[in-house]
């Protein structure tokens, strides 16, 4: 191996040589694919999708693309389905199977199989003269000019090609059904993302007697042991109907002991912050992030009807993993 091999020349090189593929990619989105999209839209049960190899390691990716984006669908090993696993494909289903080739031998195999159980077929190959092709009811084309690989040999363009034919089967389907970002989280509960989509202001705020308050006519004194006792460095002013009238924080203390207040006698109501932020239970807690990101405030107030419901801190949305 040389010490003067120019690594970054020659990674720049593969790049361009995908990126030249798959801009060739697009002159393959055709009826074809529409076919294709209509066909799996259709289905009354899952996309099946079956390859080897390479293959098989981009066809996993492109299953489990499909299933989060809205079409139920799974992975089946083609050597395992020979033994048993084609158990798991029934009427209803569309197969998805997967070779630069085309003929991959384990998948050839099941064909039969598959036409006798009178499931429809998709191939997706690089060569339309193929064996799948030919027998598949629709044909995508994934052709590329060259590898990236300089021997010609390892799945490179090839394989991303492919993976970008996926994607645009899946993102084309997921926008037909009109799949939306509430959707989306139902299929990703887990992890910062399902948080960031399922959680909302009624699960992290704090309510009940862990909710700080006070009415205007508190001493300033009675409002510092609220903030302290609830622990949210803040506390909401309320009137007799427990509408949210002001808010006093940890900020507005400081300000008042510059000043040299006397906590003892003056009330809250005449130092608190009038027109707080607020927020509502319903909206999503990644919502109260970005009101007090852009507010630049460590706290929020929640109301309906201008009543007040809870309240929360930046501290709630960080051990709730929202940011």
């Not at 085309?102 to 050839?108: H, K, Q, V």
């Not at 993102?171 to 399902?194: C, E």
Request: charged share 20%.
């Amino acid at each position: 191996m040389s010490d003067t091999f120019d690594y970054c020349d020659y990674g720049r090189k593969v790049i361009e040589i995908e990126t030249e593929a798959l801009q060739k990619l697009t002159k393959y989105i055709n009826g074809s694919f529409s076919e294709a999209c209509h066909l799996i839209a259709n289905c009354t049960g899952k996309v099946i999708v079956m390859g080897m190899g390479k293959s098989g390691h981009i066809g996993n990716k492109i299953a489990a693309t499909l299933a989060s984006t809205g079409t139920p669908s799974f992975f089946v090993h083609p050597g395992e389905a020979s033994h048993g696993d084609l158990g798991m494909i029934k009427k209803g289903d569309v197969v998805l199977a997967i070779s630069n080739s085309g003929e991959a031998s384990e998948i050839l195999t099941l064909l039969p199989v598959i036409k006798r159980l009178g499931i429809p077929l998709i191939s997706m190959t690089g060569k339309p003269e193929s064996s799948m092709a030919k027998l598949a009811q629709i044909h995508l084309q994934i052709t590329v000019d060259q590898e990236a690989c300089p021997l010609n040999l390892a799945p490179t363009s090839s394989t991303t090609a492919t993976l970008a034919m996926g994607d645009a089967l899946a993102i084309a389907l997921m926008q037909a059904r009109g799949f939306t970002a509430d959707d989306f989280a139902l299929s990703h509960p887990g992890g910062a993302l399902g948080r960031k989509l399922l959680l909302r202001i009624s699960d992290v705020m704090h309510t009940g007697n862990a909710l700080p308050m006070v009415a205007e006519d508190a001493t300033i004194k009675d409002a510092l042991l609220e903030v302290s006792r609830k622990g949210l460095g803040m506390t909401a002013i309320i009137d007799s109907e427990q509408k949210l009238t002001g808010i006093f924080t940890d900020g507005d203390l400081r300000r008042l002991l510059d000043k040299r207040t006397d906590i003892h006698s003056t009330t809250i109501g005449a130092v608190m912050t009038r027109n707080p932020a607020t927020i509502t239970p319903n909206l999503l807690a990644a919502e109260g992030l970005k009101l007090m990101e852009d507010r630049k405030i460590n706290g929020l107030l929640v109301t309906e009807n201008q009543r007040l419901v809870g309240a929360l801190n930046m501290h709630d949305l960080l051990k709730a993993g929202v940011m």
